[in-house]
């Protein structure tokens, strides 16, 4: 499994970007996706991700504090895809952003996977 991330890049403070993650190989059930960043300096941490129920209905989304209500996670599940839409970019997003994944190649397995990162610098 190979996770593809994309759409980084150098924003002003106050703008938006759109990152987009796709996930290609053998899977069988994508459990959840979704996002963490590492500033510089700083531990990784979770950014936003989405969990998987029964149901495209039961799906569930968590956020860090720090993103809530400028920050939204979603997915296209027919192209095993997670987006991350940031409005009101601030210097301190500025991070490496990864796409994280739990994905199942059989009914018996869970692994993690991580894209390769994708940097967003936020000028002030």
């Known amino acids: 499994v190979q996770l593809q991330a994309s759409g980084g890049g150098l924003v002003q403070a106050g703008g938006s970007l759109r990152l987009s993650c796709a996930a290609s190989?053998?899977?069988?059930?994508?459990?959840?996706m979704g996002w963490y960043r590492q500033a510089p300096g700083k531990q990784r941490e979770l950014v936003a991700m989405?969990?998987?129920?029964?149901?495209?209905?039961?799906?569930?989304?968590n956020y860090a504090d720090s993103v809530k209500g400028r920050f939204t996670v979603s997915r296209d599940y027919a192209k095993n895809t997670v987006y991350l839409q940031m409005n009101s970019l601030k210097p301190e997003d500025k991070a490496v952003y990864y796409c994280?994944?739990?994905?199942?190649?059989?009914?018996?397995?869970?692994?993690?996977?991580w894209g390769q990162g994708t940097l967003v610098t936020v000028s002030s």
């Open positions: 994280n994944a739990q994905i199942s190649d059989s009914p018996w397995d869970n692994y993690q996977y």
């Open positions: 190989g053998s899977i069988l059930r994508i459990n959840a």
């Open positions: 989405m969990h998987t129920g029964t149901m495209i209905s039961d799906d569930s989304t």
